[in-house]
């Protein structure tokens, strides 16, 4: 703008503030007819822009996005399928040892998805064991793609014509060449063992028919649809839609970026929208580009329409000129019934926005000031008590960090994790005034580690470690979340069982102890074969506390210890004979 142009523009703005909004109001009338001329073309152009751009992202941008979803949504599916279907437990017996009735899960998994064309499973030198109509069986598929990706991990692969399967299938009536898209995951043993890969291939007939479906709910329309690879080949569909786009926009999308562009192609008349597949949820994407076309006279309608609404505008020219007086006014008005509006929110809510300056009158400017300094003032303040909040809350959130840590370090062992001596008895107390105001069942389990000492001389102390939370960790489990265990000292634990009678504690004992036999501790790359004896008691109204069950379930525990070790030992009170638990 030129200093004399923006000087003008400068003393209008002035003469404007100066003036009140009455005084704007006349001047407003005078201007109306002008405006309303101006009306017309502008109506014009925006709403034939408007209806073309309606158009073209919400019908073709939206189509085309809708069918790049539901190709990748049906991939995806298929994926998880064959994935699932590897991964069940019935399966685990059939992948090595038994071919046919491998064939025969196979064909069923087929016969529920009918989009397979063939289903196998090959070890991992290549050979196929078992597939469905036995094609391929004793057949080397080591250097198929599917395969080699396979054994690394799920993949689902671009379309592509399989000679050698397609040979083994009948013919398609059409005559075009068989299409497929693989699916393959790798197959695991119950070790972990890499075992082979499971692999399908998916016949191309599914993308026809969910296109042709996509294609008849836009008969409407005459939508066509088209498949283009990551590379831009046409992978279904008519020939490649002229892209006026190229450059950056078409790029970005072979890229597999995501977004979706629309252009007219004025080569064919055609209206295109070309939309990037999303990657698949493991991050496996083929990058598919998804174009939906249509003619370009379908968006000229929008445009006639349009016309004959500029006609109507045009025979509303009067009315609208008294209307625009109304608008004018209202125009000038509204600046002051913003910052009325903002001014009344002054209070009420917590950390008010800055208000932008307001133009249009005397009254505006000055008011605009005011309120402008205000909020200014309330900002400073604000944003000091945010401050001091924050830091409150972080101090709060700290100190209750390190009470809870301190209570855990204060209640717990440090090496398994379990209660500690003092944590445990204050818990069973609470559990014993409990069990005798109630009248329910209360049982104690003492466990000892057996010859731990030859445990340490011989795989040492850090093996001893291990053994001591391994064994830990296998009482945890045993037990129900009511019950309390505790390591006691050493190799030596305790557990207190809840509502519990004699015969479920000794079932509950000889679990643990089955448990701990049956376990194969590794430490320093050895095994160590452990096993442990305890000691099971049941809370009698004459013990006086719980350091009086504690300590019959010891003497169960000795005697344990005394027939033979690896058993547990049921020790009843005073005058009954001791039994196996």
């Known amino acids: 703008m030129s200093p004399r142009l923006s000087d003008l523009h400068q003393r209008v703005l002035a003469i404007k503030d100066s003036l009140t909004v009455r005084t704007q109001i006349a001047a407003a009338g005078a201007m109306t007819i002008l405006v309303v001329v101006g009306l017309l073309a502008a109506s014009a152009a925006w709403l034939s822009y408007a209806n073309t751009a309606t158009l073209l992202t919400s019908k073709l941008s939206s189509v085309a996005a809708v069918t790049a979803e539901r190709l990748q949504r049906y991939l995806v599916t298929r994926q998880r399928e064959v994935l699932l279907f590897s991964r069940l437990e019935p399966m685990q017996k059939l992948w090595q040892n038994d071919p046919d009735a491998l064939r025969k899960s196979l064909e069923q998994l087929q016969q529920s998805f009918s989009d397979f064309a063939w289903i196998g499973f090959a070890r991992v030198d ?4 078992a597939a469905t109509g036995r094609l391929l069986e004793g057949k080397s598929v080591a250097a198929r793609p ?4 396979g054994l690394n991990g799920p993949m689902v692969g671009d379309v592509h014509e399989a000679a ?53 709910n836009e008969g409407a329309h005459r939508t066509t649809i088209t498949i283009f690879s990551a590379s831009g080949d046409v992978l279904l569909g008519p020939a490649a ?28 008349g055609m209206l295109t929208a070309f939309q990037s597949s999303l990657a698949f949820g493991d991050g496996n994407g083929l990058n598919w580009i998804v174009a939906a076309s249509q003619p370009s006279q379908l968006a000229l309608a929008a445009a006639a329409q349009s016309a004959r609404i500029v006609l109507a505008i045009g025979a509303l020219a009067g009315l609208i000129g008294i209307v625009m007086i109304a608008l004018v006014a209202h125009r000038i008005a509204r600046p002051i019934h913003s910052i009325t509006r903002e001014a009344d929110r002054i209070g009420r809510t917590f950390g008010p926005t800055m208000l932008q300056r307001k133009g249009g009158s005397a009254e505006v400017v000055q008011l605009s000031r005011a309120l402008r300094s205000l909020l200014r003032r309330i900002g400073f303040a604000e944003e000091r008590i945010k401050e001091a909040e ?25 090496l ?51 053994v001591i939370k391994r064994v830990a960790d296998i009482i945890a489990g045993c037990v129900r979340n009511s019950d309390k265990a505790a390591r006691f000292g050493g190799e030596e634990f305790v557990v207190l069982l809840r509502e519990i009678d004699a ?41 006086r506390d719980v350091q009086d069950l504690i300590e019959r379930a010891d003497q169960g525990l000795y005697l344990a210890k005394n027939s033979g070790r690896n058993r547990a030992v049921f020790m009843p009170r005073a005058g009954d004979s001791a039994k196996a638990a």
């Open 126 to 129: 290549g050979t196929v064991v």
């Open 416 to 466: 398994t994790g379990l209660l500690n001596r003092r944590a445990f008895l204050a818990a069973a107390e609470e559990a014993i005034k409990v069990c005798r105001h109630y009248k329910r069942g209360l049982a104690a389990l003492m466990i000892d580690v057996d010859h731990f000492k030859l445990i340490n001389d011989r795989h040492g102390h850090p093996a001893g470690d291990a």
């Open 390 to 414: 924050a830091r409150a809350t972080e101090n709060a959130r700290q100190f209750e960090d390190d009470v809870n840590r301190l209570r855990r370090l204060a209640d717990t062992d440090a």
């Open 146 to 149: 599917w395969f080699k990706e």
């Open 241 to 268: 839609p002229a892209s006026n786009a190229g450059g950056a926009a078409l790029n970005r999308l072979h890229r597999g970026a995501g977004g979706a562009i629309a252009e007219v192609a004025a080569a064919d």
């Open 164 to 216: 050698l399967l397609a040979s083994l299938l009948a013919a398609r009536p059409d005559g075009e060449p068989h299409r497929f898209v693989d699916v393959a995951v790798p197959v695991h043993g119950p070790d972990g063992a890499l075992l082979g890969v499971l692999g399908g291939h998916l016949d191309w007939d599914w993308a026809r028919r969910l296109i042709a479906s996509v294609e008849a």
């Open 503 to 543: 015969d479920t504690a000794g079932v509950l004992a000889d679990r643990i102890r089955s448990a701990i036999a049956d376990e194969a501790i590794r430490a320093g790359g050895e095994r160590v074969d452990v096993t442990a004896s305890i000691g099971v008691a049941l809370f009698d109204e004459a013990d």
